[in-house]
């Protein structure tokens, strides 16, 4: 989807969410991107999961890497900051800024050079730490600015545009979040608008490390027969476990479900996330059930999406370092330092 | 054979295995001399290692203050028998040798001009203690005890200082306190007491304060209000974090809640630190990372975006020797380069260099209003010598009326009241921008942060002239960093004199003793103290004003002597390099002698030296 310039005057006759913006509140710049391309549906998408939660823009922080995926911050949330900073190391950088402010919404989005190969070892430390950010990964299997070289996830055997048979074993990104002990945990496909929105909203809401891997096809690098993550090879393989709905505190629950076949699990900040059951027996509350369900799936080819873990009750690296409430960029001069009286015996205990 | 005969004016070593509990009894040992009055300036020498290997402890007592290292040994404690060759070779004639004399030794391990002090230390354990442990631990606190009686230490002032170090444990209170007597009772009965060198209580310390320079920066980043903290550990720079997570415990906890005003966080490699605090310095805290040279090296791409993306952060780099992983537990000035240039592209980085624990503290809370006054990386260059060894310096101090300089932070207020925000455009020629923190409002003054591709509105641009706009800026800022950056501070010669010396921070108290040393000899040199870079417009104004400038340092390739000629394009002819880079601390003998020999090679001692 590449966006055209819309008139500003439209805006005044759209749809308002509860805090007043529009869906136009929550775009960005024109996408430079190839015409096609799965990351700008991903970019819709989050627009529409902003929208719909109600979140003031100011009050997030888009943060990226380098590659294809992480020039799309500039691409939706207009009015937010962004952080479009190093090769693979987005996640600190998103660690840093979630330090000084614990109440700005952080949205990371990173691809699968940025984050299976030369960023693994930041990804892997920010999902263990419980990162309070949702870590979208908008995955193509290839280095798009670079004119098309496998990434660390393209399957063993996948075929390059220019024929060549990829000969090593892919990382994937969703079993490995849940073998480091990310507590929210997701993949999906950017053709799947209905499925990806609820999951991004999911994965805002949730405190702690919230990591969506969305299979995002590249157009123009790896869209032929012999991809394992072109468009048609990922609607014919995809296997969806659930269909996720959020809930917001003061909101009503309105769909109606069939007795049994929907699980509520609970977010810290009073969301609720019914889960409703597909066609598989899976329970997204396991982990240990999940990595094992998502290995037998990978072992057929097929890909599992949806919520495929999420721990109810999580809590984030500012639980474990007991930090104030107040984020840590408003605490005061006064509040920080201790003064001379302090000083004082502090010298005099060092004669 | 002479037996040195000194008071308040020698050289203690202690050569011991590490791991062995020797440190406490060492710095105890040096404490009770400088609670006598008497200046000391004590050092570890250790190797990289958790237990087994030697270790030195040498302290210099000195009535007239000099603080550098002296070099030479007076009275070696040799307690290890791996070393005790080379620790015996290093006394100087009529020096003293204590020694376990439990286990004989033959006649040809000793050395007939030096006078031998045997204390079967191991036998009388054995035989006061039953405790394999206390055996062990209380030899220690025994030859403080022999010493003190050796060296006419007031036993009185060991047994307070005893007392103070296990305040609370009553029992081991008692026991060292034993143990001190049992040792200072032995020494009198067998022993001439005092040796030829002695104490004697004076008023040389006065209202100076004994710390070791990491701990002085951590104070001073808690002084400063840095909240965030990312590290990773490397010696010689680990300690600075645990000092900092210490000080927050103690001073930042809030007392209503038990909940932290401050985040430190262990990250997994220098990379990440560097990230993190960069993130933390862009959402507006004051942060840093404390590393020493490969550390650096690891950051450097970070660096650079920090510096182009203008981010406030401070590195403290406690430097040590290099390159690769170099000598960890040694110490140098070889970082400079490294640091002034990090990264790709052009870039320039402002360094500060503190000269003792006092400047740790001072410059370090400097750093953190420089680093956000100008947004961009600020570099702490300390080193092993000031890092790891205490140093008796000036007591800290924090102005009451002192408030943090946030720089061009533009607020919501000053964005509603139409101020106009530009992320990247110098509106004040000064060539510092103003910033926004995020959600500071909610339709004004967000921006999206890149490196280089960016106009000064922050919108990607690849156009050369907005580039060239942006690199001129930061030329710009960085011409403006000069006069904000500690000012050097230059020490005239007694004399009108041709001959300048530069130098920087942990060379300052052997320069001290060896302008003295110099002037003693009648030649006259004008010392100046850089303090950082940018180069104040001073360091100009000395380099001009004389023939030839000694430049000293502690590195192998003149570091700052060529920093100095590449940013001020002086004669390398006019700058004499004086170098000194095994690992040791630099001492006023090497300077002195660099001095006078470059001197008198070009016939520059001046003449008026002897009239």
Partial sequence: ?351 | MTPVTATNDFVVKFANVNGSGSASANEMFARSVMRMGIPISPRNIFPSNIQGMPTWYELRVSKDGWLGRRGGCDLMVALNPQTWDRDIAELVPGGYLVYDSTRELPRSKFREDITVIGIPLTAICAQEFTDPNQRKLFKNIMYVGALAALMDLELGVVETLIGEQYRGKDKLIEGNRNAARIGHAYAMKHFTCPLGIRCERVDGVGDRIFIDGNSAIALGAVYAGATVAAWYPITPSTSIIEAFTGYCRKFRTDPATGAARYAIVQAEDELASIGMVAGAGWNGVRAFTATSGPGISLMQEFIGLAYFAEIPLVIVDVQRGGPSTGMPTRTQQSDVLLCAYASHGDTRHVLLFPEDPNECFELTAQAFDLCERLQTPVFLMTDLDIGMNERLSAPFRWDENRHYDRGKVMTAAELDAGKLFARYQDVDGDGIPWRTIPATHPSKGAYFTRGSTRNAQAKYSELGSDYVYNLERLRRKFNTAKELVPQPVVTPAAKPTRLGVLFYGSTSPAMAEALAMLQAEGVHVDAIRVRAFPFSSQVDAFIEAHDTVFVVEQNESAQLRTLLINEGEYSPKKLVKVLHYDGTPITAGFIAGAIRTAGSAAKLAPQQSHG
């Fill in chain 1, 1 to 351: 989807m590449t966006y055209l310039a819309k008139p500003r005057l439209l805006a005044d006759v759209q749809p308002r969410n509860a805090i007043g913006f529009t869906k136009r509140d929550y775009e960005g710049a024109i996408s430079t991107l190839c015409a096609g391309c799965g990351h700008d549906s991903v970019s819709a998408a989050i627009v529409q999961a902003f929208y719909e939660l109600d979140i003031e823009p100011h009050r997030v922080a888009k943060m990226s890497g380098i590659g294809c995926s992480s020039k799309t911050p500039d691409y939706f949330l207009g009015a937010s900051h962004g952080f479009n900073s190093v090769h693979g190391r987005m996640p600190s950088v998103a660690t840093g800024a979630s330090l000084a402010n614990r109440e700005l919404t952080l949205i990371g989005i990173s691809g699968d050079g940025d984050t299976a190969s030369i960023g693994i070892g930041q990804f892997a430390h920010a999902m263990r730490r419980g990162l309070n950010i949702a870590y979208i990964v908008e995955n193509n299997g290839v280095y798009g600015l670079t004119k098309g070289q496998f990434s660390a996830t393209a399957d063993k055997g996948s075929k390059s545009k220019k024929g060549v048979q990829n000969a090593d074993a892919p990382i994937d990104l969703v079993a490995l979040a849940l073998q480091l002990g990310a507590t929210y945990v997701a993949r999906s496909f950017s053709g799947d608008k209905d499925q990806l929105v609820p999951l991004i909203k999911g994965a805002l809401r949730h405190q702690g490390a919230a990591f969506i891997d969305v299979i995002s096809p590249c157009v123009t690098f790896n869209n032929h027969s012999g991809s394992t993550k072109s468009y048609d090879y990922v609607r014919e393989h995809n296997e969806a476990v659930n269909r996720v709905e959020v809930i917001q505190p003061r909101q009503e629950i309105t769909t109606e479900y069939e007795p049994g076949s929907v699980r509520r699990v609970m977010q810290h900040d009073g969301t609720a996330l019914l889960l409703r059951k597909l066609g598989l027996d899976y329970d997204p509350t396991d982990r240990n059930r999940a990595m094992n369900q998502l290995h037998e799936w990978n072992a057929k080819g097929e890909i599992l999406t949806g919520l495929l873990f999420v721990e109810e009750g999580a809590d984030d690296l500012h639980h474990h370092l007991n930090t104030v409430a107040k984020p840590l960029n408003q605490l005061t001069q006064a509040e920080l330092c201790p003064g001379q009286a302090v000083l004082d015996k502090l010298n005099a205990a060092l004669r």
